[in-house]
């Protein structure tokens, strides 16, 4: 094989001309190979982001709904045949409070793993990844993005991917 700029002869391992330095042809699939799956992955973290922004839209949507039906459910009395003592107030008003800060970090978290997907942050692959734990538990939605959140961000492949886009963002942000 022959260097396509000064004609001298390279061996097929060889990425660049030993005598002018240009890149050869496998050197160019190579590098061609990895911008591909680096835009293929960049393209998975930009859908994750939005399906992180719809799990907390439809999360807080869903759960305020749910909330509100077991707050007032639980509160309404259906008369004097009740068989069972009423508890006391503390009781309710501690287990609904539990139930809507535990809402509110989940609706949290899913946004902060979006909006830090979304600007590549260094953070925000942890972040998404324990929000991803969390929505496990949320089946079938939440189980499913748990999954696709795992098979994108999990690895150390997929972890030296997201900080080569990482320094991509980094540099672009710095022009």
């Known amino acids: 094989m022959y260097c ?3 004609g ?3 061996t ?3 990425a660049y001309c030993s005598r002018c330095g240009h890149a050869t042809t496998s050197a160019t699939g190579t590098l061609a190979a ?3 799956e680096l835009f293929r992955f960049q393209r998975k973290i930009r859908r994750l982001r939005r399906y992180w922004y719809l799990f907390a839209g ?3 949507v869903l759960g305020v709904m749910g909330l509100f039906a077991v707050q007032t459910g639980l509160t ?3 008369g004097p045949w009740e068989p069972w003592p009423h508890p006391y107030i503390w009781n309710w008003t501690m287990a609904g409070g539990v139930a809507w800060t535990l809402l509110l970090l989940r609706v949290v978290g899913a946004i902060a793993a979006g909006w830090g997907l979304e600007r590549v942050t260094d953070w925000s692959r942890p972040v998404a990844l324990i929000a991803a734990w969390v929505a496990f538990l949320d089946f079938p ?3 499913l993005l748990a999954v696709y959140t795992f098979s994108a961000l ?3 492949h997929h972890a030296q991917l997201y900080e080569q886009l990482h320094q991509k963002e980094m540099t672009l942000v710095a022009r």
């Open 154 to 156: 999990l690895g150390k």
């Open 34 to 36: 990895e911008a591909a």
């Open 141 to 143: 939605i939440g189980f």
């Open 12 to 14: 097929d391992k060889q």
């Open 4 to 6: 396509s700029k000064c």
């Open 58 to 60: 439809l999360s807080a």
């Open 8 to 10: 001298s002869e390279v």
């Open 76 to 78: 309404m009395h259906t």
